[in-house]
Structure formats: C-alpha cells, structure tokens
C-alpha cells in the first residue's frame, strides 16, 4: 500500500508513482530485517513537499526515510509526532560499488530505531 499526497489531499493507491526514489524505497523496505517494520512499511508520495519517504511504523509513531534526491545526498529519518516532523538522524551509503548498497541502509535504518528502543 502506499500513501500520496496532493494539494493536501491523502489517498491510498496500491501502486504508486514511478521514479527512481520510489523504486528505491520498495526495494529498501523488502530489505527490512525486522518482521515489525516491515509489516507496517508503505511507500509516503508527498506532492506538495516534493519528496518520496518510507513511513515505518514504531513504539512512539511513525518515522519517515525520506529518500535522496541525488546519489551524493544522505538518507534523513524524520520523526512525525504530535508536534510536527523532527530529524532524528541520517543514514549514508557508503560505497555505492558494493553488491547490496540498498540492503546496507535498510540494516543501518532498523539498527538504527533499534538502538533508540523505538522498534
């Protein structure tokens, strides 16, 4: 299921958009290593703000990975809370001539809310 947003308008699609940070978020969320976040993972097409995120879900609510708009940029997690969206880190690849770049950041991205006791 994945989630766009339009002229702050919301609606659920089974199939989103397609553009390289789409495809990029699917693949990063079938490489999930915990069975929690990936029940709940769906593809965020946020329009109006011009940015394609993975939404996983967590203990305190959902987080955002919003996807890189170049190769040279980083992968930032956002917190949504009831106070509005707050950068709680980023996640860098680090070798793009590595076989699994995308499974890298999906590990680094569960390590990471792991470690903070969100999952």
């Known amino acids: 299921m994945e989630i766009i947003i339009a002229q702050g308008c919301v609606t659920s699609v089974v199939h989103g958009p397609e553009s390289e940070q789409a495809s990029t978020a ?3 969320a079938s490489f999930l290593p915990l069975p929690s976040l990936l029940d709940g993972a769906r593809v965020l097409h946020d329009q109006d ?3 394609t995120a993975l939404q ?3 203990h305190a609510g959902p987080v955002l990975l919003v996807m890189p708009i170049t190769e040279e940029c980083q ?3 956002i ?3 009831e106070t509005g969206r707050r ?3 980023t996640v860098r ?3 793009r001539r590595t076989r699994q770049p995308l499974r890298q950041v999906a590990y680094r991205v569960a390590e990471f809310l792991r470690s903070r006791a969100l999952v």
């Open 26 to 28: 699917r693949q990063i």
């Open 49 to 51: 703000e011009n940015m």
């Open 56 to 58: 996983l879900p967590t």
């Open 75 to 77: 992968y930032v997690i």
């Open 79 to 81: 917190f949504e809370g």
């Open 87 to 89: 950068i709680i880190g």
């Open 93 to 95: 690849r680090e070798d």
